[in-house]
């Protein structure tokens, strides 16, 4: 065990030198192949330890996969930014502060990575212009507990604690909307205001680009006032997808 | 910025009457309007009541809904990093039983927020507690502000009776 876990730490401290915009995006990417790999391994081991009834080991390598799917998304904000694709650079920091909060909740032996988020929101505010955020409120007849599958009322899981290598959160049912209000801390800051409407066009909040309307577009007083929101994210695991995927 | 607000209830007695809940003589978890609901269907729990209600019997604290039908009361999530938490009825029977129940509940809750925004920082939380005093009156505080803020919440309400 400690042969694996100091294997995946080397991995994941190579990997972290290439959290830096200097350095090569070809390298940069072969590097998130790596760690990739490393988060499928993990998720093997993880299904060992529950085959060995170990919670404390499962939630361990659930950690590692958190970790690790951290590093892939700080790398590939870089890339993304070297890109000049801003707002999916901003979703990968994002995901990357996902995937350390994360780390934190699965298991003790990533405490440090609370540090680690707050070196990133410093790199938020260094290189990110202020955002908007917005918060969806909602109302829902049933909660439903992710790890049971029960009435979240009935089951004896706690809401973001890890259980044999796996997070439990409410599934809501039966959801109404409620309210939609700007906050300063929400849940998701993926959940943005992405662009705002100019007399010339659609202009982008990171980029600043601005995109004319389509021909006969009516641009009145009232569509001045409207900007494009992004309110609900749905992919709660955003550190663990494929880096094909978001960089091709 | 931290907000507390203390309230006495002069009829919530009546206004549970009028819900159809009975008297409380056990610790629950009741709806956040349950004061100013005109009826039961527009009652509303916060999505974190039933989290605070496995917390409590996990920690074998006595623990009773005021309705039948608790987990059919709407709950309300707001999509948010700060922690939004339910109102918690105290009534005097449990307070004679274990004069210290205020501040362990106060406690756990801590703890729990504590350990669910390991990796965050700045967010804030907001409780409601609703104690019955020796005199048979309600006392309502509402908190809003820093997670370490809770704990001075018991001392709060003791110094209100």
Redesign the interface.
């Known amino acids: 065990m400690k042969e694996l876990i100091d294997k995946y730490n080397s991995l994941i401290k190579t990997a972290e030198k290439y959290t830096s915009p200097a350095r090569d995006s070809q390298l940069q990417k072969e590097q998130c192949l790596i760690l990739e790999s490393l988060v499928h391994n993990a998720g093997l081991n993880k299904q060992k330890a529950i085959e060995f009834q170990d919670e404390d080991a499962a939630n361990l390598f659930l950690g590692f996969q958190c970790a690790a799917g951290a590093v892939i998304c700080e790398i590939r904000m870089w890339v993304l930014l070297k890109m000049n694709k801003p707002n999916e650079a901003w979703d990968q920091y994002i995901a990357a502060r996902m995937g ?6 699965a298991h003790e032996g990533f ?1 440090h ?2 540090e680690n ?2 070196r990133l ?1 410093s790199i938020e505010q260094l290189i990110f212009p202020k955002q908007i955020f917005v ?9 439903i507990c992710s790890i049971c599958n029960l ?11 890890p259980y044999w290598g796996e997070f439990c959160d ?1 599934i ?1 049912k039966e959801i109404t909307g ?1 309210h939609l ?1 700007l ?1 300063e ?4 800051k993926r ?1 943005r205001v992405v662009s705002v409407n100019l007399p010339e066009g659609r202009q982008d909040k990171l980029s600043l680009i601005v995109e004319p309307y389509e021909a006969g577009h009516v641009l009145d007083d009232e569509s001045l006032l409207m900007a494009e929101v992004t309110a ?1 994210s749905n992919d709660r695991y955003p550190y663990l997808r494929p880096t094909k995927i978001v960089l091709d | 910025m931290k907000g507390i607000e203390v309230k006495i209830l002069p009829g919530l007695l009546v206004q549970l009457h009028r819900l159809g809940a009975p008297a409380p003589t056990e610790i629950s978890i009741v709806p956040g309007n349950i004061s100013s609901a005109n009826n039961k269907q527009e009652l ?1 729990q916060s ?5 605070i ?3 409590l ?2 920690n074998l604290i006595a623990h009773k809904d005021l309705f039948d039908d ?3 009361i ?9 922690w939004f938490g339910p109102c918690i009825l105290i009534p005097i029977a449990a307070t004679i039983q274990n004069p210290n129940v205020t501040s362990i509940i106060l406690g756990l809750i801590t703890n ?1 927020i504590y ?2 925004f ?7 939380a907001s409780l409601s507690i609703i104690k019955e005093t020796a005199n048979g009156e309600f006392r309502s505080i509402s908190y809003n502000g820093p997670v370490e803020g809770l704990s001075e919440l018991a001392e709060i309400l003791k110094n209100a009776e």
Not at chain 1, 151 to 161: D, I, P, T, V
Not at chain 2, 74 to 80: F, T
């Open positions: 350390l909060r994360d780390a934190c909740r405490k990575s609370g988020s707050m929101e918060s969806v409120g909602f109302k829902a007849k049933k909660q009435k979240y009322s009935a089951c004896e899981h706690l809401r973001h604690k409410i809501h409620d209000a906050v801390f929400p849940a998701d959940c609900w | 509303t999505s974190e009541s039933d989290t209600r496995t917390l019997t996990q608790e987990g059919e709407e709950y309300i999530q707001n999509y948010s990093d700060d729990y350990d669910a390991k990796g965050s920082k700045g967010q804030s």
